[in-house]
């Protein structure tokens, strides 16, 4: 059961560019991805648009649909109205290459600022050990894909370009979260480090982020609340502030 | 139960499945220590990319211990290379050819669609060299897989060199067809069944072929596929089974010889 579906695609580069109308055929059970390539084989043989698995795992696919970041192989022509136009954007905080792709690298740039898991020096290879618990703890933001959309969505960087420089963003305050929570990991100032270096404070827990996470990841209130009341605590607190010194901590709880 | 994004109930209504492509088993003859690719020095390859790793099926999680051993050797085989190995002399002329060939698609107007060619590529490659082949299928494959390889000499490409997926596909579109004509080729000569590969008119394992792999080659038109007999299983491996166990794969003579030593 094909039907004519109205879409207004952006085209453009880093200099100019204009949303431009098409019509396309979209047949039942296809997602917005799945019309943007009928377009692309076509109509506009140099539509540029980044997609991989067509299964919502790769994080490649991200953009605006109608106005809302979304995963383009994850959404659903049938969840617009029949008459309704789909218009499809590139993603907002980061700059255009071409069409409907972005350059993501800060992403990259700010996925290198946090510093990676530091097991013990003298623990071997093969004898790291984790108990289940403390397994199922991080698992939820082992979930992430880098879509980044939550990174696109966070009021802190979309409007405001100068706090690029000083914000880490929501994708990578649960990857601190994460690393945090890790029972081998001996760096032990990640919370204060977030607060201080990565921008933490600058997050007003609008939950933006959380919404539009494609992996149901709780961002904002598994990751982001929990760390700010403990940054805030240590703050307050010398004995704990002194215990952080001695040994790591559990973790966020 | 529902589907997302889907929205389907499976239990109220049906639900499409088909098959999809999860491996390549075929892929670059590597030297197995090194990685290296026989016949082209320099080039290493590791992974899905390589051939001959797991036989006619790979098994559950077998990939990743592939990556992991032979992504390792392949570094350490390019490091020992490029001790000894000195720079390959590269003319103009050829530089100047590879550079022609790859901005062909835009100098040319109103030619075929890389869109389209590579959607009836896939057609044919899923009709006709599927899971379950026959020789007049494959026959038919690979006469139509040259139709296509003829006309993609012709493929022009509109709009400029930047991020142009169109582009893109019209030279993927020759590995793509590489790749089809040699699957094609093996599997029409491979009178057998085994592993992913069945032939509908040749149902049965033949240990014959257990012994035979086969190598394809291109001369810039066609894929020859030529056959090359296996390394006989060394004696300490042929040892670790129970020989009931390699009686239904080997030949009676291999059996009798137990193994090479
Ligand atoms: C759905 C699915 C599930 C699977 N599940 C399992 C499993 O559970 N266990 C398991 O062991 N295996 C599994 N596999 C198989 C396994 O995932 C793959 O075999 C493995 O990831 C291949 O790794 P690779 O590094 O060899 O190749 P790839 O991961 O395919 O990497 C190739 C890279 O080359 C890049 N590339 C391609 N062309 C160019 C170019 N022209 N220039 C530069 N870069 C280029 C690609 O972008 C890509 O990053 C699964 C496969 C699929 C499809
Ligand atoms: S909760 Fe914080 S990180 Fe998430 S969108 Fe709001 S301000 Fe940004
Ligand atoms: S946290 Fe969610 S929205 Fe953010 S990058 Fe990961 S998967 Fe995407
Ligand atoms: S194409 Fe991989 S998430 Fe959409």
Known sequence: ?253 | MEFLPTQIDITKEPMEVGPTCHYVMGGVEVEPDTAAAVGVPGLFAAGEVAGGMHGSNRLGGNSLSDLLVFGRRAGMGAAEYVKSAKAVPVSDAAIKAAAERIQAPFTRSGGENSYSLHAELQEITHNLVGIIRTGAELKEAIEKIAEIRKRSANVSVAGGRKFNPGFHLAFDLDNMLLVAESTAKSAISREESRGGHTRDDFPQLDSKWRQVNHIASFDGKEVTVRKQPLPALPKELFDLFDVHELEKYMTADEIAKGGAR
């Open chain 1, 1 to 253: 059961m094909a039907r004519k579906l109205k879409m207004r695609i952006w085209r453009g580069d880093a200099d100019t560019g204009a949303l431009q109308d098409v019509t396309v055929e979209a047949n039942e059970g296809e997602v917005v991805l799945d019309v943007i390539h009928r377009v692309q084989a076509t109509q506009m043989g140099d539509l540029a648009v980044r997609w991989n698995c067509k299964a919502g795992k790769c994080g490649s696919c991200s953009m605006e649909i109608n106005g809302k970041p979304r995963l383009a192989c994850m959404t659903q022509v049938a969840s617009y109205g029949d008459e309704e136009t789909i218009t499809v954007t590139p993603l907002r905080a980061f700059p255009v290459i071409k069409d409907l792709v972005t350059d993501v690298s800060f992403n990259y740039k700010k996925a290198m600022e946090i510093p990676s898991y530091e097991p013990p020096a003298n623990l071997k290879p093969g004898e790291a050990r984790m108990q289940q618990v403390d397994v199922e703890r991080s698992q939820e933001f082992r979930k992430c894909i880098e879509c980044f959309l939550c990174q696109n969505t966070c009021h802190v960087v979309r409007d405001h370009e100068e706090n690029k420089k000083s914000f880490a963003g929501p994708r990578f305050f649960i990857r601190i979260a994460e690393l945090d929570m890790h029972p081998l990991d001996i760096l032990k100032n990640r919370k204060q480090k977030a607060q201080e270096e990565h921008g933490l404070g600058m997050c007003n827990i609008t939950k933006c982020c959380t919404e539009v996470c494609p992996e149901h990841i709780r961002i904002t209130d598994n990751a982001i609340i929990p760390m700010k009341e403990r940054v805030v605590d240590v703050k307050y607190d010398p004995l704990r502030w002194l215990g952080t010194k001695i040994r790591k901590r559990e973790g966020i709880v």
